[in-house]
């Protein structure tokens, strides 16, 4: 059996779970996970209760701790460039022994995935989805193609100066979004309302929401538009989406602000979308 830690917030969990699992059936093997966890942002309650999750033979290892039968690790590798750490695609995970835990904190590659697979695994539950449908029918939310989706990332972000977006980025963005259509409209959504409500351009009026993880998460899985934070959040909801959406994020990712050519967090280039640069120029990767 292999396995890994769910750690970190909902993106870093469906990280870890996606490797995982994609790893185990890609090589014939048994795969588990214990489904909370203590090092984490969530108070170790499963963070992906809003989706049809399958955690296979469950065991209740800790952070940190092999699970019974486990004897082997395999961790990701990083290189340091430029006074920064920076994830890459290693495809010799695919190569491991079997009774492997997986130390990979990154592995936020396309490359690494099966698409249609993860949309079976990562399933919105239907309650949930009518829940949220619900909502957004009350607020007379739409999702079409005059709708864009913004998805901020504040909260801890705002204590790293490499790490949060600069509000040129959120501009730049919005400005490409209204010259590819003059009609589009704006809703952000986001972990931190008031930080999002002070970026966003003052004579817009852009509503901004928090519903929770999950209605975040299908916010984005549906859109047709999206402009992407720089968060493990966004990732999947984004490249899981069944809609095509045309989508703006930011180029080198968790090292926008200071990238000289190199991408941070592995190569989030590989899921295909359009980059912004600090110029507000697109590039395709």
């Known amino acids: 059996m292999i396995s890994a830690d ?3 917030n909902l993106g870093n969990h469906m990280f870890q779970y996606a490797i995982t699992r ?3 059936e890609h090589n014939g093997y048994r795969w588990g996970f214990n489904s909370t966890v203590s090092n ?3 108070a170790g309650k499963p963070q992906m209760d809003f989706m049809e999750i399958d955690y296979g033979e469950t065991h209740t290892a800790k952070w940190k701790e092999m699970p019974k039968g486990i004897a082997d690790i ?3 590798k990083y290189e340091h460039f430029d006074t920064h750490d920076f994830y890459y695609f ?3 995970i695919f190569d491991i022994k079997d009774n492997t835990k997986l130390v990979a904190p990154c592995a936020q590659d396309a490359r690494y995935y099966d698409r249609e697979k993860l ?6 539950k239907k309650e949930c989805s009518s829940y949220y449908n619900l909502i957004l029918n009350n607020k007379d939310i739409k999702f079409n193609a005059n709708t864009t989706i913004i998805n901020v990332r504040g909260g801890e972000y705002k204590g790293v100066s490499s790490l949060i977006l600069d509000i040129k980025y959120w501009q730049f963005a919005i400005n490409h979004m209204i010259e590819r259509n003059s009609t589009t409209n704006f809703i952000a959504i986001t972990d931190d309302v008031e930080y999002t409500k002070s970026i966003m351009p003052s004579d817009m009026n852009i509503p901004v929401f928090h519903f929770g993880i999950g209605m975040d ?4 899985n549906q ?3 999206l402009i992407l934070s720089n968060s493990s959040f966004a990732i999947f909801p984004a490249w899981l989406n069944r809609h095509n959406p045309y989508v703006v994020a930011p180029r080198y990712w968790a090292r926008h602000n200071i990238s000289t050519g190199y991408w941070a967090n592995s190569d989030i280039w590989a899921f295909g979308w359009e980059f912004m640069d600090r110029e507000g120029v697109i590039h395709g990767k």
């Open 217 to 220: 998460y299908y916010m984005i």
């Open 40 to 42: 984490d942002y969530y």
């Open 6 to 8: 769910l750690t970190g």
């Open 22 to 24: 994609s790893v185990a």
């Open 223 to 225: 859109a047709r538009n």
């Open 90 to 92: 290693q495809p010799d």
């Open 74 to 76: 395999w961790n990701e």
């Open 119 to 124: 949309r079976k695994w990562f399933t919105i």
